[in-house]
T-cell receptor, first 115, second 114 residues
Framework: KQEVTQIPAALSVPEGENLVLNCSFTDSAIYNLQWFRQDPGKGLTSLLLIQSSQREQTSGRLNASLDKSSGRSTLYIAASQPGDSATYLCAVRGGTTSGTYKYIFGTGTRLKVLA | SAVISQKPSRDICQRGTSLTIQCQVDSQVTMMFWYRQQPGQSLTLIATANQGSEATYESGFVIDKFPISRPNLTFSTLTVSNMSPEDSSIYLC???????????FGPGTRLLVL
């Protein structure tokens, strides 16, 4: 059964710092991995999607890497801003028993960037 | 991309009653997904709704408790039946982008059961 874990659970940093959020998954037979952002009282916004054949994706100040063999992904946020404060969720699609369409979500990292 | 709306955005309900949540997408999609996010928890998939067929439920979720309708390719409803306080959660509708496989989510329905 696919399990997704995110570390740390919460993080508080001063504005301008570069930071790394970690995601690990137990079944490496994934179809893709996606990072989301969730703001309080709102739905999820997709940040980056990495296919199983890719090693990284970049969008602006965000860079996500994928090491499928070790079951790990990282989300790198450069020059953090107070507007980056949110919960970041990692989700993997696929796995030996999950099928190709189902996403399994991690526990999330609550990020607070202090001005 | 897909734009998803949900109704209601929030509700407070009494134990034993039922609530139907609507999900509307601005484009035709084959698969629609319903998730639950309990307080302080991550998202859990309830079921997958395909147009023209019965929904597929995940382990721990049953049709009698969470009946789903999918009358066309842009709309779905999820009913939370015979509610108890344990059903207090955020319920989210989601669709996939067929080409890029990006997953899009609605704003969610915040449900509080007293």
């Amino acid at each position: 059964k696919q399990e997704v874990t995110q570390i740390p659970a919460a993080l508080s940093v001063p504005e301008g710092e570069n930071l790394v959020l970690n995601c690990s998954f137990t079944d490496s037979a994934i179809y893709n991995l996606q990072w989301f952002r969730q703001d309080p009282g709102k739905g999820l916004t997709s940040l980056l999607l990495i296919q199983s054949s890719q090693r990284e994706q970049t969008s602006g100040r965000l860079n996500a890497s994928l090491d499928k063999s070790s079951g790990r992904s990282t989300l790198y946020i450069a020059a953090s801003q107070p507007g980056d404060s949110a919960t970041y969720l990692c989700a993997v699609r696929g796995g030996t028993t999950s099928g190709t369409y189902k996403y399994i979500f991690g526990t999330g990292t609550r990020l607070k960037v202090l001005a | 991309s897909a734009v998803i709306s949900q109704k209601p955005s929030r509700d407070i309900c009494q134990r034993g009653t039922s609530l139907t949540i609507q999900c509307q997408v601005d484009s035709q999609v084959t698969m629609m997904f319903w998730y639950r996010q309990q307080p302080g928890q991550s998202l859990t998939l309830i079921a997958t709704a395909n147009q023209g067929s019965e929904a597929t439920y995940e382990s721990g979720f049953v049709i009698d408790k969470f009946p789903i309708s999918r009358p066309n390719l842009t709309f779905s409803t999820l009913t939370v039946s015979n509610m108890s306080p344990e059903d207090s959660s955020i319920y989210l509708c989601s669709v996939g982008d067929g080409k890029a496989e990006t997953q899009y989510f609605g704003p969610g329905t915040r449900l509080l059961v007293l």
